[in-house]
């Protein structure tokens, strides 16, 4: 059986009620833009799930960090996991829709794994038919979600299907957002990229650089580069 928990060096993830479980491209996210963001800003995590990306930032910076979630199941979880660890006086979760809710302020950055997929295979339930596909929770909505919800100055950052990014950044650019880098994701060198890690701001941009990051070698074993991006938070790193 497996653990009903996923343990990090300074954090522990309870995911035994929620659909969406610690997945190694989530933990790519949350680490990326962890050392990108100012020490002390206004942080907002849309679909929060387990609190795994709060918990993350939280864990590089002395920022306020808010996180909502839609599932009644996986925000209880969320609530109990963002309690249990040394930043809980800063990190905040609320229930709720992330496109009818009125957020308490605007926010610095952003950051969302959203729900994805669309016309794929459809999930065994419904939570994780919310969770998994944009079901409840469209890109085109998303986006304005983001720019109703974000500081002129900030930025945001999202992941993404490799296949889905160029979809997405016609979405942004057409809500006046410019892409600032791209960090295309592989699994090890026999495979094509999976994911898209996009970062975005107000500020018009005409170059932006994009990244590779190769998750394992052709022995299985992790690259330089992940065990880098991850040594601050999992524990065999």
């Known amino acids: 059986m497996k653990n009903s928990y996923f343990q990090f060096k300074q954090f522990t993830i309870h995911q035994d009620q929620t659909a969406m479980k610690v997945c190694t491209d989530a933990c790519v996210l949350g680490a990326w833009f962890a050392a990108k963001v100012p020490e002390y800003c206004t942080i907002l995590d849309i679909g929060s799930g387990t609190g795994l990306l709060m918990m993350m930032m939280a864990q590089k910076s002395r920022s306020e960090i808010h996180g909502i979630e839609i599932d009644l199941p996986s925000f209880k979880q969320l609530r109990e996991n963002i309690s249990q660890n040394s930043w809980k006086e800063r990190l905040k979760a609320f229930p709720g829709d992330a496109r009818t809710y009125s957020f308490p302020a605007k926010y610095d950055f952003i950051i969302t794994n959203p729900p994805f997929f669309e016309n794929d295979l459809p999930s065994e339930s ?62 090890s060198p026999r495979h094509s990229y999976f994911r898209s890690i996009l970062h975005y701001s107000r500020v018009k941009e005409n170059f932006s650089p994009s990244f590779e990051l190769m998750i394992q070698e052709e022995d299985g074993s992790y690259t330089d580069d992940f065990r880098e991006l991850l040594k601050d938070y999992y524990l065999y790193l």
Do not use: C, M
């Open 126 to 187: 419904e939570q994780e038919q919310v969770a998994k596909h944009s079901k409840s929770l469209t890109l085109e909505e998303l986006i304005g979600v983001i720019a109703d919800n974000l500081e002129p100055h900030g930025s945001f950052g999202i992941l993404l299907p490799f296949h889905r990014w160029e979809y997405f950044n016609q979405l942004a650019t057409q809500h006046d957002f410019s892409l600032t880098e791209n960090l295309l994701v592989k699994q």
